[in-house]
């Protein structure tokens, strides 16, 4: 199976600050990315799908990029509404995985 | 407005049995791979089966091979997923959630999950 390692685990950040989320695969996984948030609760929401197309009606300061192994997701000028839990999940072979998530918190 | 309504979570035993039911609307069921997703109280997400649009081809995580098995009535717009032999720690709420489409004979977006339902709790306790 194909593991998906996150970092960090939490991140502590404030309004208005650029975040940058950070998922390696264990294999390469070419584009076949995609990063979800989600809040307590509530069922995630799809944000980028294929490392960094932008899913429809997901805010522009959402951005993933990333190749092969590494990938990233940005959030420029964090807002109140973004303070949650994000997963990377590949669906490159079977069985798709997710990482272990990371949380952002309000510093 | 596309709407996934999971069902039939609840306080099994363990070695007990179960089936969830995930009903479909607002789009077109037939074209659409479906998936069960769940998560455990308190830590991540664990994709465990799917079905293709025609409910022919299914795939499964280890962890519950051989014991869930995923269906699909298309006439009913609703997916399932039977659950069997059933231990502590397939306690979790389970989503359901769209895959890929299909259209004359081409795929797309196959992969990932746009639209999630709300979740259903299943809980194994003696």
């Known amino acids: 199976d194909i593991q998906m390692t996150q970092s960090p685990s939490t991140l502590s950040a404030s309004v208005g600050d650029k975040v940058t989320l950070t998922c390696r695969a264990s294999?390469?996984?070419?584009?076949?990315m995609a990063w979800y948030q989600q809040k307590p609760g509530k069922a995630p929401h799809l944000l980028i799908y294929?490392?960094?197309s932008l899913e429809s009606g997901v805010p522009p300061r959402f951005s993933g990029s990333g190749f092969g192994s590494e990938f990233t997701l940005t959030i420029t000028s964090l807002q109140p509404v973004d303070f949650a839990t994000y997963y990377c999940?590949?669906?490159?072979?079977?069985?798709?995985?997710f990482g272990q998530g990371t949380k952002v918190e309000i510093k | 407005e596309v709407r996934l309504v999971e069902s039939g979570g609840g306080l099994v035993q363990p070695g007990g049995s179960l089936r969830l039911s995930c009903a479909a609307s607002?789009?077109?069921?037939?074209?659409?791979?479906m998936n069960w997703v769940r998560q455990a109280p308190g830590k991540g997400l664990e994709w465990i089966s799917n079905?293709?649009?025609?409910?022919?081809?299914?795939h499964y995580a280890e962890s519950v091979k051989g014991r869930f098995t995923i269906t699909r009535d298309t006439d009913k717009n609703s997916l399932y997923l039977q659950l069997s032999s059933l231990r502590a720690e397939d306690t979790a709420v389970y989503y359901c959630?769209?895959?890929?489409?299909?259209?004359?004979?081409?795929?797309?977006?196959?992969?990932?999950?746009?639209?999630w339902g709300q979740g259903t709790l299943v809980t194994v306790s003696s």
């Open positions: 999940q590949q669906y490159d072979s079977y069985p798709w995985t």
């Open positions: 294999q390469t996984i070419r584009s076949w």
């Open positions: 294929k490392a960094s």
């Open positions: 079905v293709s649009s025609s409910g022919l081809t299914t």
């Open positions: 607002g789009f077109t069921f037939s074209n659409y791979e």
């Open positions: 959630a769209t895959g890929g489409y299909c259209l004359s004979g081409s795929c797309y977006n196959i992969g990932y999950f746009r639209h």
